[in-house]
């Protein structure tokens, strides 16, 4: 899957969803949410194993930037200012694929830490 090349990157209008095209034909609608808490910064995947961050919160997060980075990948820019991740073709092609599994594991992790996806209230 290294020679995987996408031939369109664009943000949706509501900056909700990735729209990536790949040159096989293969295309994939990637929730900006799932972008998110599956960065592969090292501020959610951290540093070593066993480091990985569960990232709550982040439901109507949107995408504000596309940085393009070398010709491997881009840096995505979100608006809770996160912007450390960068995206390789071939880790979006595997959001593309395996996103839904992904993002239920993402769920059940949230669950079992009694987590949320939404932004919680500020206790008054």
């Not at 995206?87 to 669950?111: H, I, N, S």
């Amino acid at each position: 899957m290294s020679d995987v090349w996408p031939t369109e990157l664009k943000v949706s209008k509501d900056r909700q969803h990735l729209l990536v095209t790949f040159d096989d034909g293969a295309h994939f609608d990637l929730p900006a949410e799932m972008l998110r808490v599956l960065s592969p910064s090292a501020e959610v995947q951290g540093h070593g194993p066993g480091q990985k961050l569960t990232v709550p919160g982040k439901r109507n997060v949107a995408i504000i930037a596309v940085t393009p980075t070398g010709n491997y990948a881009v840096r995505l820019g979100f608006d809770d200012m996160h912007d450390t991740g960068i995206y390789t073709w071939v880790y979006l092609r595997e959001l593309g694929e395996k996103g839904p599994e992904l993002f239920a594991a993402y769920e059940d992790e949230l669950k079992a830490k009694g987590m949320s996806r939404d932004v919680s209230e500020k206790p008054r």
